[in-house]
């Protein structure tokens, strides 16, 4: 499901309502704006894009947060919108990484020393104990690079703060492709001046596999 419209109207994969006492309980092929909170991707759908990040892509997550902001540290103003620059952050946390299922307790935790959620050294992206499913925080030294944003993604500031809702809406878009293209038209569109020839190309980019094959660049 694609929101066009939402967020700042770039293009987001919408890939779960998360809810902050159960999270995502219910996995669904395609998660669409309708569905009841709770209800998120499955991980075969999630995987696939997950896998992008192992070939040198990167995704840019963000939330729509819904309900009442419960901590104060990040209420005022409310964070009406999460951004999460680049996931790799998140993949490569610590103590919680960002997994091949959203139906993890947490996506993402980090801490400068042990992972006791204690201290107030720790990062946190959607989750924690029971009842803090939506609960985010930016209080480590090796931040998420989290911004808390207004809703349509303007007047974003990064900050040491934490926040929790009642329930968030969390999208995805593939920020930065795979460095090998996808075809020889990919390869014509970024270079016009490129000539016939062997290229290396990725057409299956969840897979990885690359294929050497000649681009006719001239003719038809």
Known sequence: YCEMDALDGTGWILIGHRDKRSGCGTLVPTVKASDAVGT??????????????????????????????????GCSPAAAAF??????????????????????DTWGHHEDSGCTG?????????????????????I???????ESCDADLTGCSVGKSWWQFEAVSAYVQ???????????????????????GVYTIQPDQANGDTLDIYCEMDAL
């Open 118 to 138: 204690t201290g107030g050294d720790y990062c946190t992206f959607l989750g924690g104990s029971t009842d803090h499913r939506t609960y985010a925080s930016q």
């Open 83 to 104: 951004k999460v620059g680049s996931t790799r952050k998140l993949a490569t946390a610590n103590c919680v990484p960002l997994g091949g299922t959203l139906s993890a």
């Open 40 to 73: 998120c991707l499955q991980d075969s759908a999630w995987q696939k894009l997950r896998a992008i990040l192992d070939f040198e892509g990167d995704l840019t997550m963000a939330t729509i947060n819904h309900g009442t902001c419960e901590y104060s540290s």
């Open 140 to 146: 480590c030294s090796e931040t998420f690079d989290m």
């Open 174 to 196: 593939v920020s930065k492709a795979g460095s090998v293209p996808l075809d020889c038209k990919e390869i014509k569109a970024a270079n016009p001046d490129s000539s016939s």
